[in-house]
């Protein structure tokens, strides 16, 4: 339900989502609960898709050190393909 309100283009504020200004520029987190626990959507807002960056279960009040640096790595994996195939468009 949430992600389908983002590709509606709403904005999400808390209690359902906040943003990740550290990761970069339009990137947040969705926060879902369910029966036995809580989860984390990581995803970056792109003009023509929504980026889900990662899905990790909620056990500690910090995002771990390690899905941070997945997602950033993930970003510019993205960011990098994304560039490449534009330049064989135009060349």
Not at 1 to 22: C, I, K, T
Not at 52 to 68: A, G, N, Q, W
């Amino acid at each position: 339900m949430l992600l389908r309100l983002l590709q509606r283009g709403e904005l999400l504020s808390m209690p359902h989502a906040e943003a990740l200004p550290q990761l970069g520029a339009r990137c947040g987190v969705l926060r879902v609960r369910d029966e036995e626990q809580y989860w984390r959507i990581v995803y970056r807002m792109d003009t023509d898709a929504i980026l889900i960056l990662d899905v990790y279960s909620k056990k500690t009040r910090k995002m771990p050190d390690e899905v941070f640096v997945r997602c950033r790595q993930r970003l510019i994996q993205f960011d990098r393909v994304v560039k490449n195939r534009r330049k064989k468009r135009e060349g």
